[in-house]
């Protein structure tokens, strides 16, 4: 009887993304090194075929395309957008999309993320 596969840990997902696209890993690992030092506990899982954070509560999510990152947040539709960077118009997630790392600090992506938490722990 062959031994069940396990699922794919986000080490692999990783590994995977540098060998095929090594300037999207570098954006993922950018924001993935601010989400571990800055959420405190931040757990990390490989569901939907991208990672997802908690931090208490799940508010964050990093899904790779061919041309860019998408930060997904859950309970973005509450969150306020003084810097209109936020994407997407559905009924609770909203986005931002990065092409580089320098996007990442342009586009606040920090201040998005510790809203993102706020609003995901007010559920």
Known sequence: MPTPKSPPSVATFLQDLQLLDDERYGVVMA??????AHFKPCTEVLKYGGILFSSGAQFC???????HVTV??????A???PWGHLEGSGKLRRH???????DIRTKRLHDYLVLALAAAQAV
């Not at 924001?31 to 571990?36: F, S």
């Not at 997904?72 to 539709?77: D, L, M, T, W």
């Not at 931002?96 to 320098?102: F, P, R, Y």
């Open 31 to 36: 924001v993935r090194d601010d989400l571990m």
């Open 96 to 102: 931002i999309k990065l092409e580089t790392v320098a």
């Open 79 to 81: 969150i306020q957008d």
């Open 72 to 77: 997904e947040f859950g309970h973005g539709a």
């Open 61 to 67: 999510g990093i899904f790779v395309y061919k041309a």
